[in-house]
């Protein structure tokens, strides 16, 4: 599974597309972590009047990881989307379904290769925030809750990718459906906020990866959110590993 995990990790940076995601992701949060600063030069000095006034974290590094988040929801079907569908499209799937490796070992690896490479997106993006201790004071404890909350949901992006990955031969629908299921699921909590679907604004809710995440990002870690997107993470790993083991025993 380990090796696996190796091999799918090792074949993304092969791949010009992954490199070419890292430069653009540093590049575009770059400009946005030099666009808050520059926010908050400006308004440093209003600021330091009122009692109470939010601080470096609350202006740069809590905005920057929200901007973050929208950033993984764009580019996680693009690095998900070829992970069973090129299998499947190079008629090399039949090979690795036949490998002594079980299913579970087969999916975990595939997951955790392609987790592994978000991580270290993460890690690069990490450092900006944590650049500020350099000069001024920051809240470490909301820094973390928000890495976290990063964590938390990049791996549920990368299990959707996997599993819808897994249902089509066209990395390009794989990445479609992804990307729209994503942003279902990130903004479908604004039908609970209307009239006509107040009873069922309780579920809608519930649903929102967004609405999970927007607690850790404040600081608040609370288990229920955790549980949320463990929840997701198992529920589509087991969704592909009984789409490809009905294909295997096929």
């Given at each position: 599974?380990?090796?696996?995990?190796?091999?799918?990790?090792?074949?993304?940076?092969?791949?010009?597309?992954?490199?070419?995601?890292?430069?653009?992701?540093?590049?575009?949060?770059?400009?946005?972590?030099?666009?808050?600063?520059?926010?908050?030069?400006?308004?440093?000095?209003?600021?330091?009047?009122?009692?109470?006034?939010?601080?470096?974290?609350e202006m740069i590094a809590v905005?920057?990881?929200?901007?973050?988040?929208?950033?993984?929801?764009?580019?996680?079907?693009?690095?998900?989307?070829?992970?069973?569908?090129?299998?499947?499209?190079?008629?090399?799937?039949?090979?690795?379904?036949?490998?002594?490796?079980?299913?579970?070992?087969?999916?975990?690896?595939?997951?955790?290769?392609?987790?592994?490479?978000?991580?270290?997106?993460?890690?690069?993006?990490?450092?900006?925030?944590?650049?500020?201790?350099?000069?001024?004071?920051?809240?470490?404890?909301?820094?973390?809750?928000?890495?976290?909350?990063?964590?938390?949901?990049?791996?549920?992006?990368?299990?959707?990718?996997?599993?819808?990955?897994?249902?089509?031969?066209?990395?390009?629908?794989?990445?479609?459906?992804?990307?729209?299921?994503?942003?279902?699921?990130?903004?479908?909590?604004?039908?609970?906020?209307?009239?006509?679907?107040?009873?069922?604004?309780?579920?809608?809710?519930?649903?929102?990866?967004?609405?999970?995440?927007?607690?850790?990002?404040?600081?608040?870690?609370?288990?229920?959110?955790?549980?949320?997107?463990?929840?997701?993470?198992?529920a589509f790993l087991a969704l592909?590993?009984?789409?490809?083991?009905?294909?295997?025993?096929?």
């Amino acid at each position: 599974m380990f090796t696996l995990a190796r091999n799918e990790l090792y074949r993304l940076f092969l791949s010009p597309l992954a490199w070419v995601i890292l430069a653009l992701c540093q590049l575009l949060i770059a400009y946005l972590f030099l666009t808050h600063i520059d926010y908050f030069m400006q308004i440093q000095g209003k600021m330091s009047a009122i009692p109470g006034a939010p601080g470096v974290t609350e202006m740069i590094a809590v905005p920057l990881m929200n901007n973050t988040a929208m950033i993984l929801l764009l580019i996680a079907p693009l690095i998900t989307m070829r992970l069973v569908a090129e299998e499947r499209r190079n008629n090399s799937l039949p090979l690795l379904l036949s490998a002594p490796l079980s299913v579970v070992q087969i999916v975990l690896g595939k997951y955790l290769g392609t987790l592994s490479f978000f991580i270290v997106l993460l890690s690069l993006i990490s450092l900006m925030p944590l650049s500020l201790s350099l000069g001024a004071s920051l809240d470490y404890g909301v820094i973390m809750s928000g890495l976290l909350g990063l964590v938390l949901l990049v791996a549920s992006f990368t299990a959707i990718g996997l599993f819808l990955s897994s249902l089509t031969a066209q990395p390009t629908i794989a990445a479609i459906s992804t990307f729209a299921f994503l942003f279902l699921f990130w903004i479908i909590d604004w039908a609970g906020n209307t009239q006509i679907m107040a009873e069922t604004t309780s579920l809608f809710n519930w649903l929102s990866l967004l609405r999970h995440y927007e607690p850790l990002l404040q600081g608040e870690v609370n288990s229920s959110d955790v549980a949320y997107y463990l929840i997701i993470i198992v529920a589509f790993l087991a969704l592909t590993i009984r789409r490809l083991d009905a294909e295997r025993l096929n």
